[in-house]
């Protein structure tokens, strides 16, 4: 009888140390390839908050490359709003950045929920000829369950909201997980984030209906039953495009439309 457990025990160690390697080997073969799937995921989700394509619409991997094509991805400093001529966007990892103290500030407790910022970060725009045409910027900061990742996009005229989109969260599905509801994302197509001539980030998620993007242009509707996913939402949105986010870069854009 001793024997016999002494066998089911070792027999059992053998199974989970194959496992162990096997699952081991598995992840590094196959990490190329996520880390691949995983920056096409990001290119699709620029694609649908700059318009450029539609939710649920299925694109092969040429078809996002191709998409893409025309977007400049560049990497700014957050601090100046200069645009890094000499950063690679292709191998920039932000999120990298972010927890490295080398390359990132300590933020004192805030609302959005934002840790660290980079001293860098990565931006998309569109141009239209040689007028800026949009821009997409990454955001990021504390639902209630964790971080949501995603990206806003602004018309040529640094007002206008084009699309928002998350491509990574952990919020409640059916409640603040319906921040990934087209229907819901649609409802910031057209707000304001700005005030015209202001620097000031107008734009919030209230609580209830908003009106129509006419009559009420700097709210959104909040999520129902998810006070705080939508809070949170509010909150890093005005976050990313303040001071304390891209304000720079984007007053380095109005100056660039105004000239």
Known sequence: MQRSATYS???????CLVCAVF??????????????????????????AAGLAEEGESLTTEEIQARFEPIDSVVVDLATGEVLEDVDPESFDQRQQSVDPQTSRELERNRAGVARVPHHALVYRLNDGDELGLVVLPIEGKGLWGTLWGFLALDADLE????????????????GGEVDNPKWKALWEGRKAFEAGE????????????GSVD????????????TMTSRGVSNFVKFWLGPEGFGAYLDQLREEVRS
């Open 199 to 210: 620097t000031t980030p107008q734009i919030e998620v209230i609580r209830g209906q908003a």
């Open 23 to 48: 699952v081991s080997a598995s992840a590094v073969s196959l990490r190329d390839r996520q880390d691949a799937n995983a920056f096409l995921d990001k290119q699709r989700n620029v694609l649908i």
């Open 215 to 226: 009559e009420d242009p700097y709210r959104v509707d909040g999520l129902s039953g998810a």
């Open 9 to 15: 025990i070792v027999f059992a160690g053998i199974v």
């Open 160 to 175: 206008t909201i084009r699309g928002i989109t998350f491509y990574e969260h952990k919020e409640t599905p059916g409640l």
